[in-house]
């Protein structure tokens, strides 16, 4: 395999990068002067000595030359310690914080559980996020809050994340988020198990 | 005002028919036979002799025949008589339906209250709302559901209804259907209102 | 077949109407009032007599009152007599009349010629075409351009307008409206036979 | 401005990202193993040592081994020496020889002049194209074909290489692709430039 095609390859596996968009990205490339190519080369090579995973939800942050080990989220002691929302990907915190409707932690699990390839059960989280609620139940966590997407992956990384809290004391309770009409529904063109679920979940 | 341009004009009050297509709707009438065009202005002159409003829940149904004043579903008393589901639309009945998740009773209101035209109240089914439950709850009614679109208009419709019955005797409950992640959704791409509620109708 | 499954029917002949906007058609159908209804139904029966088919063309057009047989373009003697332009549909007159870059008399063909429908010819104006262009060509017709979608039932079209005008005195040309780029074409996302032909039609 | 500010603005100049999946890119930049991110890194800064650009029509192309200067099109003499078609880029050249309806050479300008922004003149490559077209009307170049896009800028690249290539001797023609109706096109929703090209080209 030549270098081109292995860039491509590389570029494949960025976010919702197909074959073609992979191949102009590598055409990209090639356009940039020597200078900005190595620029580019050293950030991908040197962010993690700026950003750091947080020891704590395990999100990524700059820090921005403080030593903290913390990010901003998990450093505060205002918010609510009591409750731990895990999430797939650190872009769903960012999503949720522009909301400013929740208040307490978080935690990354760093994936999802495909309903038909458990091997990627080793890239998850599982272990971190145990260590995690064990350390913030002793600072009052009451609540593990399961943020997944609601799909099939999605349904059975919640699963398996219960499986993993389900021996822990009384005191735990593993939540889901609501499942009903999201903003703009109309009854009309609304799917079955959105329809079940705002029927079940009415209030 | 032209045959052609008042033709248009009931076009383009079809649901969802804008200029353009209402004009193609013209022309396409012009190339029917005329035993067609016929055949089209009869039925629709005469649809509602076969075609009747049921008189429990106002939905539209077919009579086939017989001389029912009642629709099946109003008509079938296995079903759930302690709930009845306010809709906008004879098509929102069809949707839940399809679902098969519900087996209560329905009431199609016949439209939304807009947030900015209160006119429009009056070709609401309210009266005959507050007479159906009136009804129902000899027979043992004892929660109305409200079913309208997560959108300001719906929510306009819902607070109207809520104060259509809000003096009524303790016994009834009025709900709304559950709002929160809708299926295929995902946290990132999520907007702020269906996070909030998403997070608030957690179980 | 019940009424409003014939209606739904008539609904689903309507371009670019599938079953579900036809049920939704039949249903704002019984929200009417009844005045609302039976002027729907009159303007459907009585449009004809109105809104005429122009004896040149073939297009409608709304007669306004007068007693004239053909429409404003087919009257123009402004118009350049020379030039015929054969289109499917009588909204490709409109489009190309808003552009303002044809001067030339139309023929509307009535549709298109299915590849693999060679029934649908009968419905098609192929005889009223020959007679127009023999008509024509005493006023100085001498060519006869074909505008059909670019797709195979339109190319099928053309090949058969080609052969029905193919033995005629040698003064008639028969054209084909060019090929090529597009508005807004990019060539990397061009297809195969966009660039032969703009290859081709290089100028 | 931190580092990963900076290859989020890196990201953001790739083709076709905006500053959202950008900051994906980055995320997924921290997600990589540290040896992933040190390859990735390394094929960006030596692609260039494998992939170098074609000393004749400007595309990179995959050395393999060879000690070619020229990419395989400008090395093959069986193709048409008589034609060069000027692109804006590499990928241009991918979709032309997909379709397989051109044999002649290529020429790579390196993009197009923005109508409001005359400095990108200096990036594009309007200089070798001069000396491209000198060179190979020694071996019977006759016709350059300008294939920029159909769109503002596109023209005004048209403009400025006619202007470059003005004062040749006579037996140089420049032509431009052929503009009209692009595959799938129906008269009806086409714009006006378009069914004005498609009027004066056809044939």
């Excluded at 090579?45 to 990010?71: D, K, M, Y």
């Excluded at 997944?148 to 349904?155: I, K, L, Q």
């Amino acid at each position: 395999m030549t270098k081109l095609d292995k860039l491509i390859k590389h570029f494949e596996c960025f976010p919702g990068i197909g074959g073609r968009q992979a191949r102009r990205f590598a055409f990209h490339i090639l356009t940039l002067q020597q200078a900005e190519a190595s620029e580019l080369a050293d950030l991908i090579t040197n962010l993690r000595g700026e950003v750091v995973e947080c020891i704590g939800c395990r999100r990524f942050f700059a820090r921005n030359g403080s030593q903290s080990t913390q990010c901003r989220i998990c450093d505060d002691f205002n918010r609510d310690q009591s409750k731990l929302l895990v999430v797939e990907r650190d872009s769903d915190i960012d999503a949720i914080e522009r909301g400013g409707s929740y208040d307490g932690l978080y935690f990354v699990l760093g994936g999802t559980l495909p309903l038909l390839n458990s091997k990627e059960q080793a890239k998850l989280r599982g272990n971190g996020l145990k260590r995690r609620v064990e350390e913030k139940m002793l600072s009052g966590l009451s609540e593990v809050i399961l943020g997944f997407a609601v799909n099939p992956d999605g349904e059975n990384t919640a699963r398996y994340v219960e499986t993993l809290l389900q021996d822990w004391p009384k005191k735990l309770t593993v939540t889901h988020l609501g499942r009903g009409l999201s903003t703009g529904s109309e009854l009309e063109y609304a799917d079955p198990d959105t329809i079940k679920n705002a029927l079940e979940n009415r209030s």
